[in-house]
């Protein structure tokens, strides 16, 4: 009793010939259109938002001078003390210097989080 239910619930539709007829697909004229849409969908709402962020991250990279404090994507916190081209020289403790390539720093200490959002 139950196949029967599930076999006519997959038969194509009484009077109709099965073919692609209805749905988004038939409105917009095939699959074309609709993979052109799906990639304006990804593209607004991942790679944009995405690129974005590299650029804004690229800028702060590139503006780092001596005296700015940083956080390291290792989550270490330091002043720079010396800029050597693509390496930092960065001051963790009173007198430990550590020398990292510009592409590890995460953030500027004091700036705010792109994701942090104020609680009210």
Do not use: C
């Not at 196949?3 to 749905?23: L, T």
Request: proline share 5%.
């Amino acid at each position: 009793m139950f196949f029967d239910s599930v076999a006519f619930a997959m038969a194509p539709p009484a009077g109709g010939d099965g073919g692609a007829a209805g749905g988004l697909g038939g409105i917009l004229g095939g699959p074309l259109p609709m993979l052109v849409l799906m990639f304006a969908i990804f593209y607004f709402l991942l790679i944009r938002p995405q690129q974005k962020k590299q650029k804004a991250h690229r800028a702060m990279l590139d503006a780092l001078k001596k005296g700015d404090k940083v956080w390291t994507n290792g989550g270490i916190l330091g002043a720079i003390v010396d800029i050597d081209g693509d390496n930092l020289t960065i001051e963790i403790a009173s007198g430990v210097n550590v020398v990292i390539k510009r592409g590890f720093v995460a953030d500027k200490d004091g700036a705010a989080p792109a994701t942090d959002k104020k609680k009210k």
